[in-house]
């Protein structure tokens, strides 16, 4: 555990502090490079969520349509025939 300036009163507070215990400053939590690296997977994860929700929404779309069709086409060939 390392001290660090408070950026208000200049203090030494701890860096695990999240706000000076002197003047009350709101320390901003540094994040390490695992947790930027991990945020940075989750919002990749997220756009390719996004990217296969859209396809598939999209193909039951597609299925529904030709479910569709091919009804209405059975419905006409049978008044037809
Ligand atoms: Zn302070």
């Given at each position: 555990m390392s001290l660090i300036d408070c950026?208000?009163?200049q203090k030494e507070i701890s860096e695990q502090a999240k706000s000076c215990p002197n003047c009350g400053y709101p320390i901003p939590v540094k994040k390490t490079k695992y947790e930027l690296e991990c945020e940075r997977?989750?919002?990749?994860?997220?756009g390719i969520n996004a990217f296969f929700g859209a396809?598939?929404?999209?193909?039951?779309?597609?299925?529904?349509?030709?479910?569709?069709?091919?009804?209405?086409?059975?419905?006409?060939?049978?008044l037809t025939f």
């Open positions: 950026p208000e009163c997977q989750s919002t990749r994860n997220a396809a598939i929404g999209l193909l039951i779309l597609l299925g529904v349509i030709i479910f569709v069709l091919i009804a209405i086409g059975s419905f006409i060939l049978r």
